[in-house]
């Protein structure tokens, strides 16, 4: 299991060495929210902000969500676990960021919780990955011999429906959404500004939560997460009456790392699948 203080404590370490040098303006990491349940993002701007980082079990904010926030720092430092160091290499392959302009401290975590439910956050929502796969600075020993489990292994009883009864369970859960787009906040990949849903020039979609626009909204998204998705499941844990967004994203994943040999954000060397065109590509995709 992590020590988590003392993640917190390099954390920390580092993040003053790092602001007293001047080497960054910004340290993105975690603060205390209203309890130490509910960690909030946090920018770190001085040495004195370095005293209000925190990192516990429930620091699960993908934290490159909040990396374009910044478009006048030459340099920002950013606290990334594994999910986060994926979506960082998405946002590099994108050219929204620079690899040279992120100074990446890497958290290796195992036991991250859900503040909702207290359960562990395993393989069933997320990538189920411990180390990040992309850093400068390593806040921890790297997490070796645990338990890798597929993390499509959750998809099983989602596959064995057919076509109705996909379309009948997608249709019931979505028609639960009331648009308050915390999915889309939560998300890394989600940058778009204005987000075609909020266009009024062409008006995409109905705006009220109602059965067609929250269709035509969910499936743009998740048409839009198609090979970019790194799987942090923060968009599903952002949802306040729980659609399980994640199943159809990591369906859309598996399928594209089936096609494509590749997972979202893994190596920075790879190409986005969707941009790149390899002669051997697989047609599946056309049918
Ligand atoms: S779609 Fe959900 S799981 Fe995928 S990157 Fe965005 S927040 Fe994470
Ligand atoms: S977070 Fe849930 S309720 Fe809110 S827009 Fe997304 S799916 Fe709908």
Redesign the pocket.
Known sequence: MTDFKQIENNLKKEAKKLLESAEVPVVLAYTRGYDEKHPMPFAAKSVADVEKIVFNEYCNF?MARYIMRFPDAAKIAIAAKAADSR?LVVLIQEEKVRREDLVILGIPASGMKDPKTDQLIDSRTTGGLYNPVEYDILLGEEIRGQKTVSPYAVLADYEAMDKEARWAFWKGQLDKCIRCYACRK?????YCDPCFIDQNKPRWADKAPQSPGNMMYHLTRFHH?AGR????????RACPVGIP??LF?KKVAKECEEMFGQAAGMKLEDKPVLVDFRVEDSDQILK
């Open positions: 993908n979506a939560a998300c890394p990949m989600c997460l998705c790194i799987d942090c499941g923060e968009c599903s967004l994640y994203h």
